[in-house]
């Protein structure tokens, strides 16, 4: 099993700039594909990045050129850095492991992912 837990959402003004965290315990993420999701009221489930097991970065067309997703094995965390951020960016934030080692790629379905944080909130004001 693994639990996740997300940090560092809030609210922002237009342009401004977060650090999401997803924090993991229970099992290592090395060798696991991790993700961000995003889902506003009303709205899907929507890929937001992704990172493989080795470090391979993906993100979604809206994201891309304004977010980073990172990760440290070692910390067992993985980073979202946001920035020039939209009022359309504003949803909640959930990370997600692809529980199958050392899968090449990432993959957008976040029914393919086992394990689920709760989330964090994430609100830009224009």
């Not at 099992?27 to 097991?53: D, H, M, N, Y």
Request: glycine share 12%; hydrophobic share 35%.
């Amino acid at each position: 099993q693994v639990q996740l837990v997300e940090s560092g959402g809030g609210l922002v003004q237009a342009g401004g700039s977060l650090r999401l965290s997803c924090a993991a315990s229970g099992r290592t993420f090395s060798g696991l594909a991790i993700s961000w999701f995003r889902q506003a009221p009303g709205k899907e489930r929507e890929f937001v990045a992704g990172i493989t097991w080795s470090g391979g970065a993906y993100y979604a067309s809206p994201v891309k050129g304004r977010f980073t997703i990172s990760r440290d094995d070692a910390k067992n965390m993985v980073y979202l850095q946001m920035n020039s951020l939209k009022p359309e960016d504003t949803a909640v934030y959930l990370c997600a492991v692809d529980a199958r080692l050392l899968r090449p790629g990432v993959v957008t379905s976040p029914h393919e992912y086992a394990y689920w944080g709760q989330g964090t909130q994430v609100t830009v004001s224009s």
